[in-house]
């Protein structure tokens, strides 16, 4: 185990970078899994990650001790806790993390249903989108310009594992993909579309959600095979798009094997 006391070493400025920079992400085509849970996610249905980081208090921990005997081979970074702090997206973290390499291709979609995404921008909300998208059985997701990193330590925790369930394509032309689909195409909008109560779910869909502020793109509308609203009570505005997207997506929920 590698013990880094220096905020000037290297190696700690290299994750430093990983955990508040979005290009550098990209750069250097790796990202930063906070916690036991992602930690033990990634080990169970991926593998043996780059790098486990500990931290002083991680090292007190029970559980965080059984991670890291689990991840035998593995380089094991030892930090104090004034360091792995800035590391941590949350205010009292655990302790251990894990370095990973950010997946640069998936293969080629091979139909069934999917999701497509206009710029969902709230790492919350794509995260949480994420996790429900595993949820409901889905495996691919197409996220089109403007949204959030889908590899950023934010977007990860809130998607909890769903990521390593998931074939996952960003900077995606969403007409284009839109254009080569074969299914049933759902535009959610906030009004004016079928209601969800009345539609019949058969055979494959994709599904599109808008960003927070604007929806959906009126190209992306204008071309999927039918718009959907959800109906809410009068006088309210709108659902987070998040919730929205629970509610749709539970409606095509493919059942466990």
């Not at 590391?87 to 291709?105: K, M, T, Y």
């Not at 079928?194 to 959906?216: C, M, P, R, T, V």
Request: charged share 20%; aromatic share 6%; hydrophobic share 45%.
């Amino acid at each position: 185990m590698k013990i880094i006391s220096s905020r000037d070493n290297p190696l700690y400025k290299s994750l430093l970078a990983l955990a508040g920079n979005v290009r550098e992400l990209r750069k250097q085509k790796r990202t930063l899994l906070d916690g036991p849970h992602l930690v033990h996610a990634y080990r169970h249905q991926v593998g043996l990650p780059q790098l486990l980081v500990v931290s002083e208090t991680g090292m007190r921990n029970g559980e965080v001790q059984k991670l890291v005997d689990s991840h035998r081979g593995v380089d094991i970074i030892h930090l104090r806790d004034s360091l792995f702090q800035p590391l941590s997206g949350v205010v009292a973290p655990v302790g251990i993390l894990s370095v990973i390499p950010i997946p640069e291709e998936q293969p080629a979609f091979a139909g069934g249903c999917c999701v497509l995404l206009d710029a969902i921008q709230d790492a919350g909300n794509l995260g949480s989108i994420l996790r429900t998208t595993a949820a409901a059985g889905i495996d691919d997701v197409f996220l089109g310009i403007g949204c959030a990193a889908a590899w950023s330590p934010r977007v990860l925790r809130a998607a909890q594992g769903a990521h390593f369930r998931l074939r996952l394509r960003e900077q995606i032309d969403l007409i284009a993909a839109l254009n080569d689909y074969s299914g049933t195409s759902l535009a959610t909008v906030v009004s004016g579309g079928q209601s969800i109560k009345d539609f019949n779910f058969s055979g494959d869909i994709a599904w599109l959600f808008g960003s927070e502020g604007q929806g959906l793109n009126q190209s992306l509308i204008d071309l999927a095979t039918h718009a959907i609203t959800i109906p809410i009570a009068r006088d309210t505005e709108s659902l987070n798009v998040a919730a929205a997207a629970a509610i749709c997506l539970f409606n095509t929920v493919k059942p466990a094997k």
